[in-house]
C-alpha cells in the first residue's frame, strides 16, 4: 500500500489519508451493533437470510482491499465493490424486515462505498 498507492493519481475529491481510518471504525462499529442487533432476533429462515447476506458483504469488503491494494488492481476492485453495494443494499433490506434500528445503521456505510466506488472508478480511469 505505503509504495505503490501513493504513485496513482487520485481525482480531486479524494478525503486526505487521515480520514479513512476514523470513518472506517465508525462504519464498523455501526455494521457490529447492526449485526448483533439481528443476530438476537428469534431464529427463523428471515433472520438467516439477513445474516447470510451480512456475512457476504463482510467477505466482499474484504475481497475488495485484497484486489485493489493487495493485487493491486483497480479495474477488478471497481467490478468487486459493484457486488458489495448490491450485497450491503441486500442486506439492509434483509435487516429492515427484523429491525428497522439495525437496518437504518447501514445507511453511512452504503453511503461510504458508494462513495469509495466514485473514488475507485476515478482511480481506475486516471491510471
Excluded at 27 to 51: C, I, K, Q
Amino acid at each position: 500500500v505505503e509504495s505503490w498507492y501513493p504513485t496513482l493519481t487520485k481525482p480531486g475529491f479524494t478525503p486526505p489519508d487521515s480520514v479513512f481510518p476514523p470513518v472506517w471504525t465508525a462504519l464498523f462499529v455501526l455494521m457490529a451493533v447492526a449485526g448483533w442487533r439481528v443476530w438476537r432476533r428469534p431464529r427463523g429462515s428471515l433472520r438467516t437470510a439477513a445474516l447470510n447476506w451480512f456475512g457476504a458483504q463482510l467477505v466482499l469488503n474484504l475481497m475488495w482491499s485484497v484486489i485493489f491494494f493487495g493485487l493491486q488492481a483497480p479495474g477488478w476492485a471497481l467490478a468487486e465493490i459493484g457486488l458489495l453495494l448490491a450485497a450491503i443494499g441486500a442486506t439492509l433490506r434483509a435487516f429492515w424486515r427484523l429491525d428497522r434500528w439495525a437496518a437504518v445503521a447501514l445507511v453511512p456505510y452504503l453511503g461510504w462505498v458508494a462513495f469509495a466506488s466514485a473514488l475507485n472508478g476515478a482511480i481506475w480511469w486516471l491510471n
